[in-house]
């Protein structure tokens, strides 16, 4: 849980209590105070695994999306570059790399329209969740600056999803004041209709958001219909409705099972692609990607260019320092298994 909420005092849980003999570690522990004394680190350690022992096994985990089994050398990589603080990019200027490698690949696995010369715009986040608030943030702001240039209001924007967006989604409506419009599912239907979903865009609808891979049933939604439906409309109205693809978990599956299948940025109106990392990219929690369609798509005014920790380093997240191992183990996987064994590995 997020929030921890404190057993009451004189309650039978104040305390942890250790099983060992150690003269160290006679008296309990307490659960919720710093405890006044310091023990040695082999008590630390055993009494933290001890507990720890309780938990699921990850690796028996069959319930989770995420990956929970890498190789020991890419365990070693992670290891060796924990004490990196990714945000230090002129202190760690390689793992800057590694991630531009990582956007890189990505934005040309989804097709993205780009020049022999020209580079990828995206960026590396927490997670599919971190990905979608930026995503989101770019529709709202692109939107607001079109509505503004128009002198039309521009408080009132919405998004259309499915019933069935993950949780993220509502987030990011909540928490970045976007009113959300749901398609609702339909008995045997379990994924947004996109006729219904372009039914519902007004004038105030920054983007249409589809999944590739819904949370509920891994069902892929038609993104090539929303993408020609909306052409029309777009096309009636002179509205410029824009597509955004949840691949959370598709997006590492759809380009290698299916490489006809239009979902990405061969549909014009898709302008940006989130995908989870550490789903079928392979890597443990703590890892996803946002990718833009050009950089008009990303306006300017979101990109923070910090220069305290050396030279001028322009970046697109909600937080600030962070891990570099997560960065690392994706490139790893991506060069480790090239595009012919990640195929082979989910046929
Ligand atoms: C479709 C979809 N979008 C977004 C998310 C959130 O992903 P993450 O856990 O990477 O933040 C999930 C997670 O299951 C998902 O299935």
């Known amino acids: 849980m997020v929030l921890s909420h404190a057993a009451s005092a004189g309650s039978s849980d104040d305390s942890v209590h250790s099983t060992f003999a150690s003269r160290y570690v006679r008296a309990s522990l307490p659960r919720f105070r710093m405890p006044e004394n310091s023990i040695p680190k082999e008590a630390a350690y055993q009494i933290i695994n001890d507990e720890l022992m309780l938990d699921g096994n990850p690796r028996l985990n069959l319930a989770s999306f995420v990956t929970t089994w890498m190789e020991p050398e890419c365990n070693k990589l992670m290891m060796d570059s924990i004490n990196k603080n ?58 607001q ?130 995908v989870s990392g550490h789903k079928y990219g392979l890597v443990y929690a703590g890892i996803g990607w946002c990718i833009w369609r050009s950089k008009e798509d990303l306006p300017d005014e979101l990109i923070f260019h910090i220069n305290y920790l050396g030279a001028d380093q322009p970046t697109f997240t909600l937080n600030f320092s962070k891990g570099s191992s997560q960065v690392i183990a994706q490139y790893y996987q991506l060069i480790r298994l090239g595009f012919e064994v990640l195929l082979i590995d989910f046929v």
């Not at 793992?95 to 960026?123: D, K, S, W, Y």
């Not at 949780?167 to 004041?177: H, I, L, T």
């Open 86 to 143: 990714y945000v230090d990019m002129d202190e760690y200027p390689v793992t800057t790399e590694l991630q531009n490698r990582c956007v890189n690949m990505i934005a040309h696995l989804f097709n993205a329209p780009l020049g022999e010369t020209e580079t990828a715009v995206g960026v590396g986040t927490v997670g599919s969740s971190e990905a979608i608030m930026l995503a989101g943030l770019a529709f709202k702001r692109r939107w």
């Open 145 to 274: 600056n079109k509505m503004k240039a128009a002198g039309k209001p521009c408080d009132k924007p919405n998004i259309v999803t499915g019933a069935n967006v993950q949780v993220c989604w509502e987030k990011f409506a909540r928490y970045f004041e976007v009113e959300l419009k749901e398609v609702k599912l339909s008995e045997g239907y379990y994924v947004m209709d996109p006729e219904k979903a372009v039914e519902m865009v007004d004038e105030n609808t920054i983007c249409v958001a589809a999944i590739l891979g819904s949370t509920l049933n891994g069902e892929f939604e038609d993104v090539k219909m929303l993408n020609d439906l909306l052409v029309k409309k777009n096309e009636e109205t002179g509205w410029d409705t824009p597509i955004h693809v949840d691949a959370a978990s598709g997006g590492f599956i759809a380009p290698f099972l299916y490489p006809e299948l239009e979902w990405d940025f061969r549909l014009p109106l898709v302008k940006s692609i989130n």
